[in-house]
């Protein structure tokens, strides 16, 4: 053979050995920590619920937020372990003690192709805060949280450029990051040219996921949003199931119908996690289901002429040493649950540990004989010799039916103390309404459940300093000042330490009888991989792979 | 005849204006909806802004005479919580879901329970007439929900998921629930069936019939069955109306996305749009099905044709 | 056969008696509290089996309260619905049949379209709206229930006296001066009576079927208080981990209802065989 030949030859039979190996690597699967995964897959998601709307100014519950969350996002994001991270804000920091600035990421876009830059955000305040709604040409909803409320002190907001903001109080307010920050964002074009009521058909938004199709009750779809600017999901698709018992959600995890499902009830969590092919996780969330009690002043509901019975504190407390909630925590709920003495919910920014309320009811007896109520012949009776009762309303069904049962061995507990509890079973409708009208009776109470949408934990100590639904124990004057000293600390280290006086003194002035702090447990198939639970609302699905 | 049709008409639209009438006042004693659609954190001030917007706040007979003026053109106005248009949310879980639902349970219940019935009335006290009566009377005393909850435990828990136990879209998912609504009407028509048939068998017209010497099939198929239809019928037509009732539960157990599920949650939710339009959507229904009931039993039975019943 | 029709519904009889006479007893029978909690006890099987114990032979539910003691006290609120929402539907029923089979006319007219509009109303539907107003309690369950179920007997109570109206004894009473109201009572009556008792035995069964149906949806009987409805809601979600729960009221039901149903039957064979069969 020649030489030339050779060469050829040669390089033939390199070109063919070489081809094999090209052909692998071209066809080697992707994979996650070494697991081959299916990146067209589409991942299934069973919910308890259907978001009726998916506007964000219409309300951030939890379920909601599952829905909205996948879709639009916030200037604010969170991390796994609950802090905040950029999201489509890259920085943001106090110019002066009256001024924010939020530095906004670049290049991104709407699924649509809108760009998202300072002239969305300053159309979604204009949404929040109701101003300039005409001049946008677009009409008002009904809102779940009325930014010009509950936060008047936000005077105006500016575009430096197209991606910077400035936001300008008239007083200084250190969570503005968190209380703005964390509402999602529409798209201003898009919304003022299909008007807000498309909201809720087919909304495009910022997030990692496209919405696909919409079947109401049944089910949403989505896609993976290509140009997202974050971490992308590993699976092309996903569909949120709604499916409302929760037997047959557990039924079509285990028939592998679905691969994840929300809101394992805490009996069945534990059956589940012997199951070698399911994986149980658990996160503790900010719900916190309390009491509330009437302890308003004659003046400020419809009393008839009377006080709340339980205007004085002494008896609130005695009523917190009332609850067992080791017995409820591990009974009723099988570890999913954590008792929390301080108001703000453990995984909220900050929280400081407070003395937990211990169980006993010797000590709650002895409290409430200090506050005048000695036991009489059927239970505690006061000098006038009217009895302690308890008028207590219950939502049933509206938080669970490990709620409903918590109430059902409380109302025993209390009970066992001297205190005559008789419970009146409504509606969530009907309870709200009652709170609104003032309706609620002097030795009235209700049960019910707080979460927070934002990052800081002064959402929680805000509901006893403004007139709100649930605001039956407002602050007095002490506290309302040593309140409005958080509100208004820009120092970081002295704001944590004023939260931290707030959250003591609360503890011992009781305003509500704690109850729990929910812990939210998930359960998936093994082909789930990365999946993790927030302690936010909804569930994050960004960086989630499911095995081949 | 075109008289009587003429009558049943207007009558038909005088029971569907009645129906709505009296939801339009009841839901509106129910409660104030805007105290549902805001934070718990809500003031007054923001609840009563919320009013103003969704338009509560201007007089109940104002509320009713725009209501009369665009309900017939189909506007039932903009569901509160969804604000989309209420008649088409109610026609979107109508069609295809509910609609399917109460198909398969029409057909179950009054197909099958013929040939049951005539068999257990022709076979008297043999096994199928024993069977029959047994399985009727167990099925016609249990709570639906719970036939649907043991159905759920042995076929999708029990048996490894041979059939599911939510959702829809497949014909597999229709079954349990389908089944489920169709049990107790089943149970019933096939005891009606026999009941009639058993009577309908010793009238003279029969035994001349047979003993004309035509063939037993034509007699019992022909002429017995005809006649034992007409109380089945009447009372199809009410069980029809209970029927599309028996849904909201069934499609509660079942998840089924139907009207039933947007009724339950339309209205502890206060969404009196939503709720207008779902009842007014029954109403025609119950009137339309009792309207072919009430012309089919004319068909088949002149007799009962010549008093005026208002049944 | 007749002896095993007799017989069956003997049974049947049996059942509802025994029924009955356990809910009057019930306090006296019943081996524990029904509404106290008790955490610790929660979920106790059945004493057959592991885990079980003699103290709550049926179990626990998931407050640690004795499944025998809430059945037999759920005996109480599942009869008295049944019966007392019955009555009054047969009372507020009858009386507005006679009065409109009576005298006729626009009466009539009125009576029987309101009685339409009634029947086209998604029953369900009614009681929520209904219910979500006036709020749950024994009481009004048995008001709703009772109220909206007046139809039926206003039409068969209506086409019985119609067809007496005409009828020779009645006419001789009117001429002898007879006022309208004793006609209708000594007369008019007693004739209703029977195709209405066959028609009211069926409807006590519904009831029960549709007071659980209630406290399915949440409706119901609110709790703590025992009904069998509630049970079988509150054991909804443990169909698997707590079967007894759901299984023993379900039984319950099937077995008064069925009870009632078979007496029913028998009814209807002996008093009024031209009633619609099988309502």
Not at chain 1, 275 to 302: F, H, M, P
Not at chain 1, 519 to 530: D, F, G, N, P, Q
Not at chain 1, 532 to 545: C, H, I, K, S, Y
Not at chain 3, 31 to 54: A, F, Y
């Amino acid at each position: 053979m020649t030489s030339p030949s050779r060469a050829l030859l040669s390089a033939v039979l390199l070109l063919l050995v070489s081809l094999p190996s090209t052909r692998a690597s071209a066809q080697a699967p992707p994979s996650v920590d070494g697991v081959p995964i299916d990146p067209e897959a589409e991942l299934v998601v069973a919910l308890t619920d259907d978001t009726t709307n998916l506007d964000p100014r219409m309300g951030m519950g939890s379920i909601r937020s599952n829905y909205i969350r996948q879709v639009f996002e916030s200037l604010v994001d969170v991390d796994r372990q609950g802090k905040p991270v950029p999201g489509l804000a890259l920085s943001w920091k106090p110019v002066d003690d009256l001024t924010w600035e939020f530095a906004l990421r670049k290049g991104v876009t709407f699924h649509d192709g809108e760009p998202f830059n300072a002239d969305t955000v300053l159309f979604n305040l204009d949404r929040m805060f109701r101003k300039n709604l005409d001049k946008h040409g677009i009409k008002d909803v009904p809102a779940g949280t009325s930014f010009e409320k509950i936060y008047p002190f936000v005077s105006r907001w500016e575009k430096v450029d197209d991606s910077t903001v400035r936001i300008v109080t008239t007083e200084p307010a250190p969570t503005l990051w968190d209380f703005l920050g964390r509402e999602p964002l529409v798209p201003r074009a898009w919304t003022i040219k299909h008007g807000v009521e498309a909201l809720n058909e087919k909304p495009v938004g910022t997030g990692p996921w496209k919405l696909v199709e919409w079947k109401r009750k049944d089910h949403m779809r989505f896609e993976r949003h290509d140009g997202y600017w974050g971490t992308a999901p590993l699976t092309k698709r996903l569909r949120l199931q709604v499916i409302p018992e929760a037997a047959a959600r557990i039924a079509a995890l285990r028939a592998g119908q679905v691969h994840l499902v929300e809101a394992v009830p805490p009996l069945d969590a534990e059956v589940l996690g012997r199951d070698a092919s399911l994986r149980v996780v658990s996160s503790v969330q900010k719900l916190a289901c309390r009491i509330y009690l009437n302890g308003r002043t004659k003046d400020k509901y419809e009393s008839g002429g009377r006080d709340g019975v339980y205007l004085d504190p002494r008896v609130r407390l005695a009523l917190n040493y009332a609850v067992n909630r080791d017995a409820i925590i591990k009974k009723i709920f099988h570890g999913l649950a954590l008792p929390n003495a301080s108001p703000i919910a453990t995984v909220a920014y900050g929280y400081a540990a407070q003395a937990p309320y211990p169980y006993d009811p010797a000590q709650a007896r002895a409290l409430l004989a200090e506050a005048g109520w000695k036991p009489g012949p059927k239970g505690l009776v006061n000098a006038a010799g009217e009895s302690l009762t308890l008028q207590l309303l219950l939502p049933a069904k509206h938080y669970g039916q490990a709620f409903d049962e918590t109430v059902a061995a409380v109302v025993e507990m209390l009970k066992a103390v001297g205190v005559q509890v008789s419970v009146q079973t409504l509606d969530f409708g009907t309870l709200l309404q009652t709170l609104t009208r003032g309706t609620l009776p002097p030795n009235g109470g209700f049960a019910a459940c707080r979460t927070s949408n934002n990052l800081d934990g002064d959402d929680f100590v805000r509901d006893w300093a403004t007139t709100t639904l649930v605001n039956w124990t407002p602050y007095p004057p002490e506290l309302l000042g040593l309140y409005q000293a958080t509100r208004r600390q820009v120092d970081g280290k002295k704001r944590l330490a004023a939260l931290a006086d707030l959250q003591r003194q609360v503890r011992d002035w009781a305003p509500v009888v704690s109850l729990y702090q929910e812990k939210k447990a998930y359960a998936h198939s093994v082909r789930v991989l990365r999946f993790t639970p927030t302690q936010e609302l909804n569930m994050d699905f960004r960086g989630v792979a499911l095995r081949r | 005849m075109r008289a009587f049709l003429l009558r049943r008409l207007v009558h038909a639209v005088f029971v569907v204006w009645g129906v709505v009438t009296v939801v339009f006042f009841l839901v509106r004693l129910t409660g104030d909806p805007a105290a549902l659609l805001v934070d718990q954190t809500a003031t007054r001030e923001e609840i009563a802004r919320t009013r103003t917007l969704l338009g509560l706040d201007r007089p109940l007979h104002v509320q009713y005479l725009d209501f009369l003026r665009d309900a017939p053109r189909g506007d039932f106005g903009l569901s509160l919580r969804e604000r989309r248009p209420a008649m088409r949310m109610v026609l979107e879980h109508f069609w295809p879901a509910t609609a399917q639902l109460a198909f398969a349970a029409i057909v179950l219940s009054t197909v099958l329970p013929i040939p049951l019935g005539v068999v257990a009335a022709t076979r008297r006290d043999g096994l199928v007439d024993h069977a029959s009566r047994l399985g009727s009377l167990f099925l016609q005393s249990m709570p639906s929900f719970w036939l649907g909850l043991m159905l759920i435990l042995l076929f999708a828990v029990g048996l490894g998921g041979l059939l599911p136990a939510y959702g829809s879209g497949t014909l597999r998912h229709l079954i349990l629930p389908a089944v489920t609504l169709a049990a107790a009407p089943l149970a019933q028509n096939v005891r009606l069936i026999r009941a009639g048939m058993l009577e309908v068998l010793q009238h003279d017209y029969v035994r001349t019939a047979r003993a004309k010497g035509l063939g037993e099939r034509r007699v019992v198929y022909g002429h017995a069955l005809r006649n034992a239809a007409v109380p089945f019928l009447t009372v199809s037509g009410l069980s029809l109306g209970f029927m599309l009732s028996g849904t909201i539960v069934i499609e509660t157990v079942f998840s089924w996305p139907g009207l039933g599920r947007l009724i339950v949650q339309a209205v502890p939710g206060r969404d009196f749009p939503v709720i207008q339009a779902a009842v007014f959507v029954f109403a025609v229904l119950f009137v339309a099905v009792n309207l072919v009931v009430d012309l089919l039993q004319g068909w088949l039975d002149p007799r009962a044709r010549v008093f005026e019943r208002s049944a | 056969m007749r002896v095993r029709r007799h017989g069956v519904a003997l049974v049947g009889l049996i059942v509802v008696v025994a029924s009955a006479v356990l809910a009057v007893l019930a306090p006296a029978v019943a081996p524990d509290d029904p509404v106290r909690n008790d955490l610790l006890e929660r979920l106790t099987p059945p004493m057959w089996i592991e885990g079980g114990s003699g103290r709550h032979p049926l179990g626990t539910d998931t407050l640690g309260r004795d499944v025998v003691s809430r059945l037999l006290y759920g005996a109480r609120v599942s009869l008295v619905v049944g019966f007392s929402a019955v009555v009054l539907a047969g009372a507020l029923g009858v009386l507005l049949g006679l009065v409109a089979g009576y005298y006729g006319g626009r009466l009539d007219d009125l009576l029987m379209r309101a009685g339409d509009v009634q029947l086209a109303f998604p029953a369900l539907v009614l009681a929520i709206a209904v219910l979500a107003v006036v709020g749950s309690g024994l009481g009004n369950v048995v008001l709703v229930l009772g109220v909206t179920g007046w139809v039926t007997y206003a039409r068969i109570a209506r086409a019985e006296t119609m067809s007496l109206r005409h009828r020779e004894f009645v006419e001789s009473a009117r001429a002898l001066g007879a006022r309208d109201a004793a006609i209708l009572w000594r007369h008019v009556l007693p004739n209703v009576v029977p195709p209405l008792v066959v028609v009211a035995t069926f409807s006590v069964a519904r009831t029960i079927i549709a007071e659980a149906s209630l406290s399915f949806l949440g409706l119901g009987i609110p709790p703590p208080a025992p009904s069998w409805g509630a049970m079988l809601d509150e054991g909804r979600n443990y169909l698997t981990t707590g079967w007894w729960l759901a299984l023993f009221p379900g039984l319950a039901i099937l077995g008064v209802v069925l009870g009632i149903n078979v007496v029913g039957d028998w009814l209807r064979d002996a008093l009024d065989p031209r009633v619609e069969r099988g309502i």
